[in-house]
């Protein structure tokens, strides 16, 4: 048994996520996690909601809440729609913990006494109507590298370079369009060109990385300089170094606390569990791995930002050093990353009503259809565009008309024959019998070596094949035919139903809910595929504060590795099945895009009014 560590990237608490973000960090992980699990192996799977940085101040000031507030809503929100996804989080946690606070201190104060922060200055963009430091991300230019229009103050998507704010070419605010004013104010750095060759020859030892990623990631030390740690901000970790642990204008910034949550959500689990050191299986160990799991603008700060930390952490840069409390911590196995999602041809916007969030698709399909669908038609390794027809085929010719419907003929004739499983007549047995099962008991090591690889996509393709020669097998035999031979009957059935049940079993990991179903529908009893569930708990440090956060037993029993074919056992009941999966009307799929016109032309009002209105106000504060 190995211990696996499974990292997912922290959603934004300042909003509902939608598809686009789910298909990046959220199915794909918990795809990995499942399959790692069914092999025996011990998984850790944490992340949480990210709450600090200048974006929640600006939503929280739209709203007139506090920060916290607004972290607290969409903190539950976020957990709720995960949490319905299936995704089996040993913990889903949140960065305004104060165990959170004291491990993100404990790396600074690390980095710094290893030399690999310092203080510095640097200019910040200041809003000249408010006063307040603007984000990062809500300021826009021109990106001074590459000419392209749309840079961020942080990162230009267009060609990946990072930015500071006032190196862009004609900056504006996205908030309210005015040009900022730069301001030089005292900061702390990390000093990541001390950690790029340590951190560049990480990168080089890395193999069955996606190309996509490993080449982007080793571009990002084309040029490195290094990058301010800190904002002139109340709204975050405060810095703790004396002169500043108390000043309530200077905090960590979010981008810095935020990748450190992996260690600290893994620790709070352990205390949680009540076994304070039980982390380090999965974060001391070099032989326990660690993969990451996120959406392509994420890269960043997984393969060179949170190893420059680790790195500085660990004392493994070029100033030497050693390793704190924690460490020597693992640098990260893999860091897997998908590309961006698409809706009906249209870039994902929340604010121009491009968007389908999670709870939304979830409260009119089956969980199952959704994640079936990120998974064979999702961004794996290239863009891909969500639409409402292909989400609609895919769920009605393959889950519906393909593998439900097989699901149900094969345990509704032997309900109706048998009622229970036939047993098998060896002499009865044909080479077509003997074939099938052989095929799908082949299945699981290509089908595991293509999730092991990150190839979800190629992997239930392989998965839904077996589905199809299953189908062919019945069409083959016909066991509604067979008349007046109990024993070949019997024997048809039972080789069916082994097969259904290894498809199973090899679609587990991506349909989780309608696993345990199938399962169900053969004659099976408890828990085939654990759930995630939600507990409201306490603040381990501070009593007053409570929380949802994501949890659940997902152990298999010490003998169960069913990543594998599991023999059925002659007897067994099997009563009278229900559907597994309903096919999607022609209708809907209609309505949605009806729906989705309508959000679109509806939003495109409102921000020209609200553009309009930005214009007047500035030209009524230039008179």
Not at 98 to 108: C, D, I, R, T
Not at 403 to 429: C, H, Q, T, Y
Not at 497 to 511: C, E, I, K, T, Y
Request: hydrophobic share 35%; proline share 6%; charged share 25%.
């Amino acid at each position: 048994m190995s211990h696996i560590l499974v990292n997912v990237a922290w959603p934004y608490a300042n909003g509902p996520r939608h598809i686009g973000h789910v298909a990046g960090f959220g199915v794909p992980s918990d795809v990995y996690a499942r399959y790692e699990r069914m092999k025996g192996n011990d998984v850790l799977m944490v992340s949480g909601t990210d709450e600090h940085g200048t974006p929640i101040l600006v939503e929280a000031d739209k709203e007139g809440v506090s920060a916290q507030e607004l972290a607290n809503r969409y903190n539950r929100v976020i957990t709720k729609d995960l949490c319905d996804l299936g995704l089996s989080y040993d913990l889903f946690t949140r960065t305004t913990t104060a165990n959170h606070e004291h491990v993100v201190q404990e790396m600074f104060r690390q980095c710094l006494k290893n030399g690999y922060i310092y203080k510095g200055t640097q200019k910040v963009a200041i809003s000249p109507s408010t006063g307040r430091t603007l984000p990062d991300r809500y300021i826009e230019g021109t990106c001074p590298l590459c000419g392209a229009d749309g840079a961020r103050g942080d990162q230009c998507d267009a060609c990946g370079n990072e930015l500071d704010p006032d190196e862009l070419i004609n900056p504006v605010s996205k908030i309210n369009g005015e040009t900022p004013r730069f301001e030089e104010t005292e900061h702390y750095f990390l000093d990541l060109p001390a950690l790029a060759e340590a951190n560049v020859n990480w990168l080089h030892s890395r193999e069955g990385w996606r190309t996509n990623v490993i080449n982007f990631s080793l571009g990002l030390f084309n040029e490195v300089k290094p990058r301010a740690i800190t904002r002139d901000i109340d709204w975050g970790i405060p810095v703790p170094v004396e002169g500043w642990i108390d000043n309530p204008n200077k905090r960590l910034y979010v981008w810095f606390d935020a990748v450190i949550g992996y260690l600290s959500a893994s620790i709070e689990w352990a205390r949680r569990q009540g076994k304070p050191d039980a982390w380090r299986d999965w974060w001391c160990d070099p032989k326990s791995p660690g993969y990451y799991f996120m959406g392509k603008d994420n890269i960043t700060f997984h393969s060179q930002i949170w190893p420059s930390e680790m790195l500085a952490y660990n004392g493994a840069g070029s100033k030497g050093g050693e390793a704190g409390i924690y460490g020597p911590l693992n640098m990260p196995e893999q860091v897997v990353a998908s590309e961006f999602m698409t809706m009906e041809g249209k870039k994902f916007s929340s604010s121009r009503g491009i968007v389908i969030y999670v709870k939304d698709i979830l409260a009119r399909y089956p969980v199952d259809a959704v994640r079936y669908y990120i998974s064979i038609a999702g961004p794996e390794n290239s863009d891909a565009d969500f639409t409402w027809a292909e989400f609609a085929r895919h769920n009605n010719e393959e889950l519906a008309a393909s593998w439900g419907n097989l699901v149900n003929r094969v345990a509704n004739l032997i309900n109706k024959n048998f009622g229970a499983i036939p047993p098998l007549d060896e002499d009865s047995m044909t080479a077509m019998d003997r074939a099938l099962l052989d095929q799908t008991s082949d299945a699981f090591a290509l089908v595991g070596s293509l999730i092991e690889r990150h190839r979800q996509k190629n992997a239930l393709t392989e998965a839904m094949r077996v589905v199809a020669d299953i189908n062919k097998y019945i069409s083959a035999t016909e066991p509604w035919k067979i008349k007046d031979d109990e024993d070949r009957l019997g024997t048809v059935l039972h080789v069916a139903a082994q097969a259904v049940s290894d498809a199973n079993h090899l679609l587990a990991p991506f349909l989780p809910h309608a696993a345990q179903k199938v399962w169900e529908a053969l004659g099976g009893t408890g828990v085939f595929s654990p759930l995630p569930h939600i507990e409201e708990v306490e603040d381990l440090d501070n009593p007053d504060f409570k929380y949802p956060i994501i949890t659940g037993d997902y152990r298999l029993g010490e003998t169960v590795h069913p990543w594998e074919s599991e023999e059925l056992v002659a007897g067994t009941p099997v009563p009278k099945p229900s559907p597994i999966f309903a096919k999607i009307p022609k209708e809907a799929v209609e309505e949605e895009l009806e729906r989705f016109a309508s959000a679109l032309s509806e939003r495109q009002r409102v921000e020209a009014e609200r553009l309009a209105a930005a214009k007047k106000s500035l030209e009524n504060s230039e008179k």
